[in-house]
């Protein structure tokens, strides 16, 4: 299948400070890209839908001004948790989808393997 | 009411027994659905998707009815490594595509 990676797979910061997280689809391009947020023992959450050169589509409740999310090209998005505070911990999954109907990817998501923040 | 309700677990079963996981959607437009399985700390990976007419692979099986908005997954012969959590995975619509996952349900098994 697909693959997708993320970047960094774990970080530590101290609160205030901003972090950055890569998630690139390595062998397919993706017109669109999640991001999920999962707090232990919870299900995944999405928290913005990205779609390549244009704005990113944030749930209700997550705020964009917090968390970043650019999709400059159709293999690269990034979210970005700016000024993290440590209720922001948690694991965060970035993941895929092909680029059109007719593409064998498209009706499913690769996920990336996580990345796990701790903010102290 | 949740968007996908899954059986609220944990299933704790020895090796070797079959095992039947329940989820319902409530959004009657929704497209495709999936299990997927997520081990402790990773991310959530395909298991199946499920089709109408119901689909099989090895040990396991997936049922999909849209009457009653119902999707199952049937585990035979558990075996130890099949211990994970089982997400019921849903989506609406092929241009919005919105993926919504179940709770899912922890299945732990033993020796």
């Known amino acids: 299948g697909a693959v997708v990676s993320q970047h960094p797979s774990w970080v530590i910061c101290k609160s205030g400070t901003s972090v950055k997280i890569e998630c690139r689809s390595l062998d397919f391009q993706a017109t669109t890209m999640f991001w999920y947020r999962q707090f232990p023992k919870q299900s995944l959450m999405l928290m913005a839908t990205?779609?390549?050169?244009?704005?990113?589509?944030?749930e209700q409740g997550v705020e964009k001004d917090k968390f970043l999310i650019n999709h400059a090209s159709l293999t690269l998005s990034t979210l970005t948790v700016t000024s993290a505070h440590p209720e922001d911990s948690s694991f965060y999954i970035c993941?895929?989808?092909?680029?059109?109907?007719?593409?064998?990817?498209?009706?499913?998501?690769?996920f990336g393997p996580g990345t796990r923040l701790t903010v102290l | 009411r949740k968007e996908v309700e899954q059986d609220p677990g944990p299933f704790n079963v020895p090796e070797g027994a079959t095992v039947a996981f329940n989820c319902t959607y409530s959004n009657s437009a929704s497209q495709s659905f999936f299990w997927y399985r997520q081990d402790c700390r990773k991310e959530p990976k395909l298991l199946m998707s499920?089709?109408?007419s119901g689909n099989e692979d090895g040990r396991f099986t997936a049922q999909l009815n849209r009457a009653s908005q119902y999707i199952s997954l049937l585990i035979r012969d558990s075996k130890l490594s099949d211990s994970a959590t089982y997400l019921c995975v849903v989506t609406l619509g092929t241009g919005g595509f919105k993926t919504i996952f179940g709770a899912g349900t922890r299945l732990f098994v033993k020796a």
């Open positions: 990205s779609n390549e050169g244009s704005k990113a589509t944030y």
């Open positions: 499920v089709y109408s």
């Open positions: 993941s895929a989808r092909g680029l059109t109907a007719t593409d064998p990817s498209y009706n499913e998501q690769f």
